[in-house]
């Protein structure tokens, strides 16, 4: 209502929901919106808010510019690396990264209020905010291989089937395209 952006109640709980409450997401979205050319025979409003993601170029500068790059080589080799996980756990970022720092990293992202959003109280899972996720995602298609990434999700769903979290191990050996493990998850 402040900027003069028309949005319907639904259009609004979208962006709600996919910026978290992040106030300066909204910022972003609400920007964007503005930039938006006119177009009559489209309702080119709601296509941008059912399109806005971490990748949308405001929402993508903001946090490459402001975030990302004032990170450490080590902590933005560690997003990048664990960006493809859904839910976030010190041993599994050890498993897929290689290294053992994942609860120093973990806590220390915490810590740093870095879009990261604890999901139990004993802070042992963790997700990154979805908006931020996008945007690593989009990253770590541009730095790695596409056989780098399908090593990182090989090596997640191994953790995940040694831990039984048997969904998560499918679905990381589907996305690294090791359809005869993925099978083997199902049976």
């Known amino acids: ?27 972003l979205a609400a ?3 503005q930039a938006l050319p006119p177009r009559p025979e ?4 709601a296509d941008f808010v059912q399109a806005f993601a971490g990748s949308h170029l405001f929402v993508a500068e903001y946090l490459l510019e ?8 080590a902590t933005q080799t560690f997003l990048l ?24 990293m973990l ?3 915490h810590r740093a209020n870095l879009f990261l959003v604890p999901l139990d109280s004993d802070g042992q899972w963790y997700r990154y905010h979805h908006l931020f996720a996008d945007l690593l995602q989009a990253r770590l298609s541009q730095t790695l291989s596409a056989s780098e990434v399908a ?7 191994g953790w995940h089937e040694q831990h039984r979290f048997i969904d998560e191990a ?14 083997a998850g199902l049976l």
């Open 1 to 27: 209502e402040t900027m003069g952006i028309p949005l319907s109640p639904a259009d609004v709980a979208t962006l709600e929901a996919r910026t978290e409450g992040w106030v300066a997401g909204l910022q």
């Open 31 to 33: 920007l964007a919106l």
């Open 42 to 45: 489209i309702d080119a409003t």
């Open 66 to 73: 402001e975030v990302f790059t004032r990170q450490s080589p």
């Open 81 to 104: 690396q664990t960006c493809l996980l859904e839910r976030l756990h010190a041993d599994l970022c050890d498993a897929v990264t290689g290294l053992t720092n994942g609860r120093a």
């Open 107 to 109: 806590d220390t992202l």
């Open 151 to 157: 090593g990182l999700h090989l090596r997640a769903a």
């Open 170 to 183: 499918v679905r990381h050996a589907l996305a690294a395209l090791d359809f005869d493990r993925a099978a």
